[in-house]
């Protein structure tokens, strides 16, 4: 047995926090009967209807994309670009845990199982993420410094909880930098390294959590096995 709303946030119908909002508002029907009790129970055979839309019990699906360039990774992009949902073969609901931009590539997971995506995109749990950038001058040692000791964005600091510089190109005048952040706002890193007036010519997701790109081609993906994916769940209970 399971709180009703958890089971409809694994679904994939919406978040944990609609799904009490929908149950609040008596929007929620299980075994014919209308729950507005947050507390409430279920089994994996009870009928559960929301807002008129019967709840389809998927089995829960777990993948790890290389996102190519050139592609989004919303479920609703209004200039119809190429989404990554349609690279992973499956008939289940998927969708993405949290963005990548458009010319962005590398590591994204893509699941059906809305609790396990609320838990990692919530900035309490701070995911640590791994980038590799490409920037237009040579990183100067000065901002290193600036860099490993935060750089404000919004009136926000961007903690930095590990920062590298891969490689130095003083013919092309470009630099490879690596860095680590936990958190996601839109276009951090571009702004990162744009407070500091470097322009980042190519951007890659190379870690998310204790997960790595590893050999995955660009658009290529592999499935999350069970133990990955309960340590994914742990990450929140580590915190």
Avoid: W
């Amino acid at each position: 047995m399971e709180r009703l709303q958890k089971v409809i946030a694994q679904s994939g119908f919406c978040s944990r926090r609609k799904a009490e909002d929908l149950i609040a508002r008596g929007k929620v029907i299980v075994n014919g009967k209308v729950i507005k009790e947050l507390g409430t129970k279920v089994s994996g055979n009870d009928e559960i209807i929301i807002d008129g839309i019967k709840l389809n019990k998927e089995e829960k699906e777990y993948y790890l994309l290389n996102k190519p360039r050139g592609t989004v990774s919303t479920t609703d992009d209004e200039f119809k670009r190429d989404n990554i949902c349609v690279l992973i073969e499956t008939k289940a609901r998927i969708y993405p845990v949290g963005r990548l931009d458009y010319d962005t590539t590398g590591l994204i997971i893509l699941t059906n199982d809305g609790e396990l995506a609320n838990n990692l995109m919530h900035p309490s749990n701070e995911v640590p993420k791994v980038y590799l950038a490409k920037i237009k001058g040579i990183l100067s040692m000065e901002d290193l410094v600036k860099l490993k000791k935060g750089i404000v964005i919004d009136n926000v600091r961007v903690k930095i909880t590990k920062i590298k510089i891969k490689k130095r190109d003083l013919e092309k005048n470009t630099s490879m930098i690596e860095l680590t952040i936990s958190e996601g706002r839109n276009h951090i890193v571009k702004r990162i390294f744009e407070s500091l007036k470097y322009d980042v010519i190519k951007l890659t997701r190379v870690g998310y959590a204790f997960l790595d790109i590893g050999n995955l081609k660009s658009g290529e993906y592999r499935i999350l096995n069970p133990k990955e994916v309960k340590k994914l769940y742990n990450l929140k209970s580590n915190q």
